[in-house]
């Protein structure tokens, strides 16, 4: 013990410049294509109206419903951490990781496997029944049905990742500019318009 009394300790890191200024760099561009892609009214350089057409629409869509699914995983944070006897512990988790989690939800509801583990005080922060199912040595599988094996409620998963396919499905349909259909300047002459008696008369602008 006395030689503990008298000891010093320090802890440091260490960081290799070249690649972790090229891994942010990649991680720049990644974003502002995807905000390229996502944002609609963003003027594209020459040639990019192929990208308008068919990608735009569902990147832009995708994008809308993940960030509803995430609002989604709030409140349901806010509703599980009602009632709870650590109601601050409950809201910390889903302010942390509720844009993660729905990048892993959305999947499971979708019956596509993931495998993890998870140890020490962090494991305290999944939600119930994950933080049950890695508490495991090992590597674990993480399905639905394992999940709904601990709590039957996780089926509702699958409900909710099929609407949010749905709905993107809807949105990407919705947002897809018909081919050859061009807005008319203000103030230019469109087509004319029948009136209720069957003769055409004035314009359309």
């Known amino acids: 013990m006395s030689d503990l009394v008298g000891a010093k300790a320090s802890v440091g890191f260490t960081v290799t410049p070249g690649r972790s200024l090229l891994g942010g760099a990649v991680w720049v561009v990644a974003v502002l294509l995807l905000a390229l892609l996502a944002s609609r009214r963003t003027p594209l350089p ?18 809308g419903v993940l960030v509803l699914a995430v609002g989604a995983g709030l409140v349901a944070g806010v509703y599980a951490a009602i009632g709870d006897d650590h109601p601050g512990l409950v809201l910390g988790s889903a302010l ?3 844009a993660n989690g ?8 979708l019956f596509v496997p993931w495998y993890g583990r998870a140890s020490g005080a962090l494991r305290h922060a999944l939600p119930d029944p994950v933080d049950d199912l890695l508490a495991g040595p090992g590597g674990e599988r993480l399905t639905v049905g394992r999940l709904a094996e601990l709590d039957g409620r996780v089926w509702l998963l699958v409900v909710a990742s099929v609407l949010l396919m749905l709905a993107a499905g809807v949105l990407t349909a919705a947002r897809t500019p018909v081919e050859g259909s061009r807005p008319s300047p203000v103030g230019a002459p469109g087509r004319r318009r029948p009136s209720r008696g069957g003769v055409r008369c004035g314009w359309a602008w």
Do not use: D, N
């Not at 020459?46 to 994008?63: F, M």
């Open 46 to 63: 020459p040639g990019g109206q192929a990208l308008h057409r068919t990608v735009r629409p569902a990147v832009s869509a995708l994008c």
């Open 96 to 98: 942390l990781g509720a």
């Open 102 to 109: 729905v990048w892993i939800g959305v999947p499971l509801g």
